[in-house]
């Protein structure tokens, strides 16, 4: 297995499509750095500045509209305008088509209670505001490795239809 898993090494270490990552933050020259990191990374990044254009956003990749396929990750503030976090990891979970996709909530919230509440709504990570870029990298590199064992998943997987 390949030690340094990036968006574009899957896990037995052979090149593939890098990793579609979805990047919810209002804050636009930290969505900008956290953009520009990701895609040094060998990550495919789509940004967006709330929780209504992730929605949007999610909806055109898992259709025949993006460049980079659908969406695999996605990293989100909690407090944005519009739509927060909290609502968009809830809208996530309950859509089939992405109810599994690996979700981090990247946030100023660090309360005990507030990490909590971000896992109880569905979130797989969480990390606080500020934090180390090494960190946040190390922490998105294994919810890569999950989007890799899902993609693999979906290859091996025939498309069948409903019986009738």
Do not use: C, W
């Not at 390949?2 to 574009?8: C, K």
């Not at 990293?75 to 309950?94: F, N």
């Amino acid at each position: 297995m390949n030690a340094t898993l990036s968006g574009e090494d899957t896990v037995d270490g052979s090149e593939d499509e890098p990793i579609h990552l979805l990047l919810v933050e209002d804050e636009p020259d930290l969505r900008n750095t956290l953009r520009y990191n990701l895609r040094r990374n060998g990550y495919a990044v789509t940004d967006v500045g709330n929780g209504t254009e992730a929605v949007a956003a999610l909806a055109k990749a898992n259709g025949d509209e993006s460049e980079h396929g659908p969406v695999e990750i996605i990293v989100s503030d909690v407090m944005m305008p519009v739509m927060d976090g909290h609502a968009l990891v809830k809208a996530v979970r309950q859509n089939a088509a992405t109810a599994e996709l690996p979700f981090m909530f990247l946030t100023a919230k660090g309360d005990a209670a507030d990490r909590v509440e971000g896992f109880r709504l569905g979130a797989d990570d969480y990390l606080t505001k500020p934090f180390d870029l090494e960190e946040l990298l190390a922490r998105v590199q294994v919810l890569a490795r999950r989007a890799h064992v899902a993609r693999k998943l979906r290859k091996l997987m025939p498309t069948t239809s409903p019986m009738s």
